[in-house]
């Protein structure tokens, strides 16, 4: 049995996806004060959960799509949840940012390496 490239990164993109989930829906009181840092953060999570989805085989839009609208709904999420944490705009835009990125990133690196994922 071969396991192709795309499975693995199938695999790969399920797992961040439900570590993303985990990672935000932990207790606020439990996380360190990340400062002005978190847009970062944000942004490379999210970079991370488009070029995996890319090279899982989704195709860009799809991938623009969905991590646009899992970024939202997480801070909905955070933003009703009895969590301490809260809804934010700017950490769902830099969700966006970061998938824009990864997207735009694994696809540059498809061409430059003809690699095939």
Known sequence: MTISRQ???FWLAIGWTV?????CSWPGN???????NDKWYH?????????VWIWSGRKPGWVIGMGIAYGMLIEIWQGIMPIG??????DGLADA?????????????????????
């Open 7 to 9: 499975s693995v990164f």
């Open 19 to 23: 570590a993303i989930f985990v990672a």
């Open 30 to 36: 439990g996380i360190p004060n990340l400062s002005n």
């Open 43 to 51: 942004s490379a999570v999210f970079l991370v959960f488009g070029t």
């Open 85 to 90: 944490r809260s809804f934010d705009w700017y």
């Open 97 to 117: 940012v970061g998938v824009l990125l990864g997207v735009g990133l694994a696809l540059l690196a498809r061409r430059v390496f003809k690699a095939g994922f």
